[in-house]
């Protein structure tokens, strides 16, 4: 069995760890049939080269290939064991670092079992404040207009309409392309729609303000209209958000349309007894997504201000490996953002993001230390958050199963849902403050 001790200062938390003999063996034997599989040594022909030739031949690449595998293995297995929280990615001290007589990581003793020690610095003792009924401000949107922009959704995808040539009114439907800029005139990434088609009367067009609906309306096919759009801080797209975005619009078409009336027909039509069992469902639908936009939007706030009043000290190379995470998230290599003035700004942006997700994970763990007795998770915590991660399929309990096979994923597992719990704790605890809706905010579509 593996063996790990704690060796931490007052600065810095070690493990040293020593990993066994038969574990070493098994990941040998395991990479040395990897070889086996593709290699033929007269006069034993492919697949059939005995393996204990294998390892005698291949010695030193085959420790070269698995001790870094063990290494990770190991240190996530000690940090679990000795039940110490990691914080900082740990990172293998030089003494066990590649070195001129050894082409592996760690250090190889004459029993075969392999040592190596691991450290990262502790986090500094900072009292977390202002974290209780954090106060969050949530837009007052109005139901009865959403009802009825939502029936004007319906009875524009039930309209028939057709290319005129004139100038656009409140009624007619456009179709436009939008292009966005910066201060500087630098495109903004995902400030860019082809094709973008909205009725002006429906207000709010998608993540626009009123600005759209209402520059349009008196002006014809082939016109371009600028206007600026101020991005809230919890707008869904994450790079526009908080953002002000300078805008092109080009008019490409203007279709005049022939609705239906808004009556019980109509609301036969969908599917409903009459107009107003259409609006209680379209109400009903409304509370339920309501309901949901508000939950994110205290989620936000909370991460936002627990940060702010919080502002944690944050390493280099955490902060390096949770911006290239985010990036590869979004299908982007992190080293090549910096190539071009507007990708040079989602560098920035990530940047922000990854020391904003360091230092919040940093304050739940903390908040849970500090709070162990009223957050400790219990058996129902552990199989709710099972049941939202298993596979279809496979049952919660099938799920933690398979988790704890391998107690370095599991206990990164349950730190995960411990940091939810916490999270969900204080959107519970947060104090709503509702204020009136600008005319910029998106009202429903």
């Not at 010695?59 to 996530?76: D, I, N």
């Not at 009292?127 to 109005?142: C, D, R």
């Not at 390493?315 to 992190?334: F, N, P, S, T, W």
């Not at 953002?337 to 922000?352: A, G």
Request: charged letters at 30%; a negative charge; proline letters at 4%.
């Amino acid at each position: 069995m593996s063996k790990f001790e704690l060796r931490s200062d007052p600065t810095t938390h070690r493990i040293f760890a020593v990993v066994d003999s038969a574990e070493v063996n098994s990941a040998l034997e395991e990479a040395a049939r990897g070889i086996q599989a593709v290699m033929a040594m007269p006069p034993h022909p492919k697949g059939k080269v005995p393996l204990d030739i294998i390892m005698q031949k291949f010695a030193g690449q085959l420790r070269s290939g698995v001790t870094e595998k063990l290494v990770r293995k190991a240190t996530g297995e000690a940090v679990y064991s000795l039940g110490v929280r990691s914080g900082a990615e740990p990172q293998l001290d030089e003494e066990y670092k590649i070195r001129s007589d050894k082409r592996w990581l760690g250090r190889f003793n004459d029993d075969g079992s392999l040592e190596f020690s691991v450290s990262w610095p502790r986090p500094a003792e900072v009292e977390i404040s202002n974290y209780l009924g954090i106060e969050v401000e949530i837009p007052e949107s109005s139901r009865e207009d959403a009802i009825a922009n939502q029936l004007l959704v319906l009875q524009l995808q039930t309209s028939s309409n057709k290319l005129v040539d004139r100038a656009a009114n409140e009624q007619d439907v456009l179709v436009v392309d939008l292009i966005g800029q910066d201060e500087t005139g630098a495109p903004v990434h995902g400030a860019k729609f082809t094709d973008f088609v909205f009725r002006p009367k429906m207000k709010g067009a998608r993540q626009f303000g009123e600005q759209l609906s209402s520059i349009v309306v008196g002006h014809k096919a082939g016109d371009t209209l600028d206007f600026e759009e101020k991005f809230g801080d919890d707008h869904p797209d994450r790079y526009l958000r908080g953002r002000k975005v300078f805008f092109s619009c080009t008019i490409k078409e203007v279709r005049e349309s022939v609705v239906p009336e808004i009556d019980d027909e109509f609301a036969k039509a969908a599917g409903m007894k009459n107009l107003d069992d259409l609006k209680a469902a379209i109400g009903q639908e409304w509370d339920r997504r309501n309901e949901a936009t508000v939950q994110e939007q205290k989620r936000i706030q909370v991460r936002k201000k627990l940060v702010q009043f919080n502002p944690l000290p944050v390493a280099e190379a955490d902060l390096l490996a949770q911006c290239k995470d985010a990036a590869a998230h979004y299908g982007i290599k992190y080293e090549q953002l910096s190539e071009s003035p507007d990708t040079e700004k989602l560098s920035e942006l990530i940047k922000n993001d990854a020391r904003e997700v360091i230092v919040f994970n940093e304050l739940l763990d903390r908040i849970y230390d500090k709070h162990s007795g009223e957050l400790r998770l219990s058996e129902a915590d552990v199989l709710s958050y099972a049941a939202k991660e298993a596979q279809v399929g496979v049952s919660a309990e099938e799920e933690i199963a398979a988790k704890k096979s391998k107690p370095a994923a599991y206990a990164a597992w349950l730190q995960r849902t411990q940091r939810q719990k916490v999270a969900d704790w204080l959107v519970e605890k947060a104090v709503v403050v509702k204020v009136q809706a600008s005319t910029e905010e998106e009202k429903g579509t």
